[in-house]
């Protein structure tokens, strides 16, 4: 990898890595009560964490492979939202007082979608300024 390869990558990609362990750490942290249990307040919470991520990630791939198409892109950043989310959802399963579950996954899924695609809107905004 070259150096301007490197710094490209560095620059569009390391954002995604960090806020991958931003998840994981929040992730770690055990016995986590959240508000308003009894109406799954906490799949609310999945999809506003993983928009940044769909985001993040969907700002990667536009800078860094510029020929893929707007479809592709949104279908990347949902497959890698789902896979995250069941990376984070098998780790939750082994930290005391945390659970499992495909709810969850589907809305890590949809945030990371959600993400992607304000991603595409905003870069539509900034190439009509």
Same mark, same amino acid.
């Given at each position: 990898?070259?150096?301007? #390869? !490197? /710094? %490209?990558?560095q620059?569009? !990609?390391? =954002?995604v890595?960090l806020?991958?362990g931003i998840?994981f750490?929040?992730? +770690?942290? =055990?016995?986590? %009560?959240?508000p *308003?249990?009894?109406?799954? &307040?906490?799949k609310? *919470?999945?999809?506003?964490?993983y %928009? ?6 969907? !700002? ?6 510029? +020929? ?7 279908g ?6 789902f896979?995250?989310g069941? +990376?984070?959802e098998?780790?939750?399963?082994f930290? =005391?007082?945390r659970?499992a579950?495909? $709810?969850? $996954?589907? /809305?890590d899924?949809?945030?990371g /979608? /959600?993400g992607?695609?304000?991603? *595409?809107l &905003?870069?539509?905004?900034?190439k #009509?300024?």
């Amino acid at each position: 990898m070259g150096n301007q #390869n !490197w /710094a %490209k990558f560095q620059r569009f !990609w390391f =954002p995604v890595i960090l806020y991958s362990g931003i998840i994981f750490y929040v992730s +770690s942290v =055990p016995n986590v %009560k959240t508000p *308003l249990q009894e109406i799954q &307040f906490d799949k609310f *919470l999945h999809i506003l964490a993983y %928009k940044p991520f769909g985001f993040l990630f969907a !700002w990667g791939i536009y800078h860094t492979r510029s +020929s893929v198409s707007r479809g592709m892109l949104l279908g990347a950043v949902v497959l890698a939202s789902f896979l995250y989310g069941i +990376s984070d959802e098998i780790h939750q399963s082994f930290v =005391p007082g945390r659970n499992a579950g495909i $709810i969850d $996954i589907i /809305a890590d899924t949809i945030g990371g /979608a /959600a993400g992607g695609f304000g991603c *595409l809107l &905003f870069l539509e905004y900034i190439k #009509n300024r």
